[in-house]
């Protein structure tokens, strides 16, 4: 009985298989397809209680992730597909107050919220329901694996009256996270003939992302933190189908043109380019700020750090494929020191830089119509978020790194002023952009910034064994940086 039940089952499952993959796509219809999807989920943060009367609340925070997916139909139904992509998932936390400390409920989300860097891979299965000849359901199913990038972090609050608030340590193991995948899009179909698509998914993590432990009101209360990683939100995506240029070049074959030189045709017709282009830019990445220091005693070195870099840059072409271009954009600068022959560094936020620039720059395009790279120069000119005047002091501690210098620890005292809130600079990049349709474009660049004007300066002091040394050392930075960043172009002409 239980034989013919799973033979029942088989043939079923042969039967609907069968028709599914016996509907073939349309000569029309093109196999393959880029997906560009934007996704925005909620993750909880979560907290037990080890000791004590006081704990940490469960607090949520908000994932962001963009993915580029690569759909192969396999029939009218059915199709596979892969991405891969990067977003930012949010730590946050919350407390409640207690006589002597405030909590957490009047801070935004923005002050309490730390993202961290994370990228994606994600194999799918997907099933479609055509609804009527330009709406269809998608039901998608899989799975992935996810890597965080930033290996810990830790937050605290203290009160001089009261003594520390609270302390939060956490730790994202260096590990890759597997993960279950389910979907649901509403597929819309253009007038162009790609797609859009509005849906849900859920994400589930198999490991925690973080695990970590906390401290309150000086060490009364403990207990752990930790996130799951599994997260549900809502999906937006542009398909770019191919189907268009399909049916260009089945019309090329069909009025008696040769297979090959109709695709090579419509290549070029579709790379084209007038002088004339202009695009709005929108991008973000890293800006690597540079410190420039200045120490005969050769115990500091240069150094930089990763900081927050976007903005937005208008280009507008003139003729044979040369273009003008201006923008605004802002980057966190840091403090760095570094000290050499070591491993030792530290740095903090020095200023913000808000920063203006204009220049122009040429488009290498071939014969073809394929577009290479572009080459651009210009001038920067800003200010910092900080105004004239001395910013902060401190003392490094670097006892035992330099015992076969000094024959004991070695002290540093730093003094960070601002000298200037003016940025004046010149630079120089590259840039290679990717067309997805004739108004939508990505942008992969690299800018290297020189800059002039000193706006911070650091005054260094060594001291050995808590007593001054005749030796001192400068740091300035002035604007120079390296500057990648990823971006969104939309072309207006």
């Known amino acids: 009985m239980n034989q013919q039940k799973l033979l029942i089952i088989i043939s079923l499952l042969v039967t609907i298989s069968q028709n599914v993959f016996t509907q073939s796509i349309s000569k029309n219809v093109s196999p393959n397809q880029i997906e560009v999807s934007l996704y925005n989920g909620v993750v909880s943060n979560q907290a037990n209680s080890i000791s004590g009367i ?19 139909l396999l029939s009218e139904q059915l199709s596979l597909s892969a991405a891969w992509g990067f977003g930012f998932q949010g730590f946050n936390y919350s407390l409640d107050a207690n006589e002597n400390f405030e909590g957490t409920k009047a801070y935004s989300y923005l002050l309490t919220v730390d993202y961290n860097l994370f990228h994606k891979l994600e194999l799918k299965a997907n099933y479609n329901l055509q609804l009527n000849r330009n709406d269809r359901l998608r039901f998608g199913i899989g799975g992935g694996v996810t890597q965080f990038l930033n290996l810990g972090l830790g937050v605290s609050a203290s009160d001089d009256a009261n003594g520390q608030e609270f302390r939060i340590d956490i730790e994202y193991p260096n590990q890759i996270t597997p993960l279950a995948v389910a979907s649901l899009d509403y597929v819309k179909t253009l007038k162009g003939k ?17 695990d970590g432990d906390y401290s309150l009101y000086n060490n009364t209360s403990t207990g752990e933190v930790f996130c799951s990683g599994s997260n549900v939100g809502i999906n937006v995506s542009y398909i770019f189908t191919g189907n268009k240029n399909k049916q260009k070049l089945n019309a090329k074959i069909n009025a008696g043109e040769d297979s090959k030189l109709a695709i090579k045709e419509l290549r070029k017709e579709r790379r084209f380019l007038p002088d004339n282009s202009s695009f709005v830019n929108v991008f973000g990445g890293s800006g690597l700020g540079i410190n420039k220091v200045d120490d005969p ?187 990648i960043s990823f971006g969104m172009k939309f072309r207006f002409k």
């Open 297 to 483: 005693n050769n115990y500091v070195g240069n150094a930089r750090s990763a900081g927050k870099f976007a903005g937005v840059e208008y280009e507008h072409g003139i003729k044979n494929n040369f273009f003008v271009s201006g923008g605004y954009h802002f980057i966190e600068y840091f403090s760095m020191t570094r000290i050499i022959n070591t491993s030792w560094s530290s740095g903090s936020n020095a200023f913000w830089g808000h920063e203006f620039s204009v220049g122009g720059g040429y488009r290498w395009i071939t014969p073809a119509n394929l577009k290479i790279l572009n080459f651009y120069a210009g001038l920067t000119a800003g200010f910092s978020s900080d105004e004239k005047g001395q910013k902060s002091s401190s003392v490094m501690n670097i006892s035992g790194y330099y015992d076969n210098y000094l024959g004991g620890g070695l002290s540093i005292l730093s003094n960070d002023e601002i000298v200037s809130d003016f940025i004046c600079a010149a630079y120089i990049g590259v840039s290679k952009d990717f067309r997805l349709t004739d108004f939508f474009w990505l942008s992969l660049n690299y800018r290297y910034q020189h800059g002039f004007n000193p706006v911070l300066q650091s005054d260094f002091v060594f001291f050995e064994d808590c007593f001054e040394l005749s030796k001192h050392a400068t740091k300035i930075i002035d604007g120079t940086a390296h500057m």
């Open 194 to 210: 790609n797609e859009i698509a509005f849906g849900l998914a859920y994400n589930h993590s198999f490991k925690n992302v973080y």
């Open 54 to 72: 006081y704990k940490l609340n469960t607090a949520y925070s908000l994932n962001h992730n963009l993915m580029f997916r690569y759909n192969r």
